[in-house]
């Protein structure tokens, strides 16, 4: 099994950038594929980027590619989001999530429980 908790939500102005930060806990982190999702108010959750259990490959949805970055410690059980050129429309709960590589919701088995951005105007 693997824990998943989010940190580095907050409150940030169009344009600027935060880090999320997902720390996992279990032996299985390293062979995971993880990913993040986000989820607006009202809105499906949506699929933000993945990587794969080496750091090798990313994926990134095509509203984030070129301004979010996806990137994993291994050896410090981390996962992260390194996000920039921030927009209101990125406002969301981001979820980490430890599974399969994908893009679907139903490829990850293991979810964290979510940390608020918020991206004013």
Request: with cysteine; aromatic share 12%; charged share 15%.
């Amino acid at each position: 099994q693997v824990q998943l908790v989010e940190s580095g939500g907050g409150l940030v102005q169009a344009g600027g950038s935060l880090r999320l930060s997902c720390a996992a806990s279990g032996r299985t982190f390293v062979s995971s594929a993880m990913g993040w999702f986000r989820q607006a108010p009202g809105k499906e959750r949506e699929f933000v980027g993945a990587i794969t259990w080496s750091g090798g490959i990313t994926y990134y949805a095509s509203s984030v590619k070129g301004r979010f970055t996806i990137s994993r410690d291994n050896a410090k059980n981390t996962l992260y989001l390194q996000m920039s050129s921030l927009k209101p429309e990125d406002t969301a709960v981001y979820y980490c999530a430890a599974g399969r590589y994908g893009s679907s919701p139903s490829d990850y088995s293991y979810w964290g429980q979510g940390t608020q951005v918020t991206v004013s105007s």
